[in-house]
């Protein structure tokens, strides 16, 4: 099968997941952030999507006062096919945010990602076809079938580019791309050295703007290709 990575509707609430350009892209001493999706509970279980990450700044007194380096952790956790697949991951970035103007107002930044797969499959929540006699699905019938790899493991590099800018003094833009799975590693449950992962590219952009003086509207946009 070719498929999709896990990824979020809300995706400007998981940067990390979206452009490692982001990390330590924001006001502050360091960020945490989460997401947890579980969707499609009308079926008997639910696809599950959760994720923790931390981004902070290195170096301030070392650097210009007008950049940026941030370093970040994120770890993801997928679940799917009534738990039959389970994906983890282990991602660790970087990104350098360099001023363009005196006051630092406006940023160029590269994002470097690496990132520890792992991917399991519990034979014993699939269902076969030779597995359906007349009373419909039957467990006690062998599947005869057998995965030669039920845990694979890879490592997986991305990069992204981020331009941000304040515009006036109180609103802001910013433009994006990122390319993940530059490698295209091999990825089978089975003696299969030609599926690879297909890479995925994102374009996106935002900003926000001041309203009544104390709220502020936010506005975004993402379009994602894999496959």
């Given at each position: ?93 970087t990104a350098y945010h360099k001023g363009l103007d005196p006051e630092g107002n406006h940023t160029l930044a590269i994002g470097l990602q690496g990132t520890l797969v792992q991917k399991r499959i ?9 597995q359906i006699d007349n009373n419909g699905y039957n467990p006690m019938i062998p599947s005869n079938e057998t ?81």
């Amino acid at each position: 099968l070719r498929a999709q990575d896990p990824h979020f509707s809300q995706f400007f609430a998981s940067p990390l997941t979206l452009n490692p350009a982001f990390t330590g892209l924001f006001s502050g001493d360091y960020r945490l952030s989460g997401n947890y999706r579980s969707q499609w509970r009308s079926i008997s279980t639910p696809f599950v999507t959760g994720t923790v990450a931390a981004d902070f700044g290195i170096l301030k007194n070392v650097i210009s006062y007008t950049d940026i380096w941030g370093v970040g952790v994120m770890a993801m956790y997928d679940r799917s096919g009534g738990g039959a697949l389970t994906s983890s991951y282990l991602s660790f970035s970087t990104a350098y945010h360099k001023g363009l103007d005196p006051e630092g107002n406006h940023t160029l930044a590269i994002g470097l990602q690496g990132t520890l797969v792992q991917k399991r499959i519990d034979n014993s929540k699939l269902q076969f076809e030779n597995q359906i006699d007349n009373n419909g699905y039957n467990p006690m019938i062998p599947s005869n079938e057998t995965l030669v790899n039920p845990k694979i493991s890879y490592f997986d590099p991305n990069v992204g580019i981020l331009y941000n800018g304040l515009i006036g003094e109180a609103s802001n833009i910013y433009l994006g791309a990122s390319y993940y799975h530059i490698t295209q590693p091999t990825e089978s449950f089975m003696n299969l050295t030609q599926n690879r992962l297909s890479y995925r590219w994102t374009l996106h952009g935002g900003g926000s703007v001041p309203v009544n003086g104390k709220d502020r509207f936010h506005a975004s946009i993402l379009y994602m290709k894999q496959s």
